[in-house]
């Protein structure tokens, strides 16, 4: 017995391989998810909020070069209290943003902090104002009283030379790898406010 052939029917087929599709693009994300926090084994950092703050994706250009950073979001004073404290590490294209309400002159410091930065002081128009290198300032064998002096000591060179309303951390180092050494401009979607 003869059975004619018919024409096969990929409708199916087709339907299948376009649900597959939407559930993938669905499921992509086109940020990277940000790295796990690691801290530094020690009785100061015993106390610290272990979380990972909101996050949102900043992009620095300079003259010759642009770059993406995912950044943690400090706006409430105890985020910004605690900054970047016990950090064993700053992943490389990441940092923390820190967010005030009104302008301010004086800068921060590096009590109980790990990692070396670079801090970037940016005015309310969201211009730069000044970029520092600060050191660490971890504990070591001193007192509380001796280790305070001492970290606000160093301070002193991480202030600013005119007003600022954000400030950005990131890795020391990262800006002239990214060739951002002369950053002119951060855009993004994140709000700032």
């Known amino acids: ?20 599709a939407i559930v993938a693009i669905g499921c992509s994300n086109d940020t990277t998810e ?3 926090l690691v801290f530094v084994d020690s009785p100061d950092c015993a106390d610290l909020n272990r979380q990972s703050l909101p996050v949102t994706n900043l992009t620095l250009n300079s003259n010759v070069a642009s770059a993406e950073v995912a950044v943690e979001v400090a706006g409430t004073s105890s985020q910004r209290a605690q900054g ?11 940092g923390m943003l820190f967010t005030y309400d009104t302008d301010l002159s004086d800068g921060f ?10 801090i970037l002081y940016i005015d309310s ?16 064998d001193l007192s509380d009283g001796d280790w305070e002096v001492k970290c606000a000591t160093e301070a ?23 060739e951002l050494s002369d950053i002119a401009e951060i855009g993004g979607t994140a709000s700032w406010d």
């Open 34 to 36: 940000f790295p796990k």
């Open 125 to 140: 128009s969201k211009s730069i104002v000044d970029k520092i290198f600060m050191a660490p300032c971890p504990r070591g």
């Open 84 to 94: 970047l404290m016990c950090r064993e590490y700053v992943p490389s294209g990441t």
């Open 156 to 178: 002193v060179n991480y202030v600013p030379k005119s007003s600022w309303r954000y400030t950005l951390e990131l890795p020391a180092g990262w800006l002239d790898q990214q």
């Open 1 to 20: 017995m003869n059975v004619p052939l018919r024409k096969p029917d990929y409708a199916p087929l087709v339907i299948l391989f376009l649900a597959v």
């Open 109 to 118: 410091w590096m009590k109980n902090t790990y990692v070396p930065l670079e």
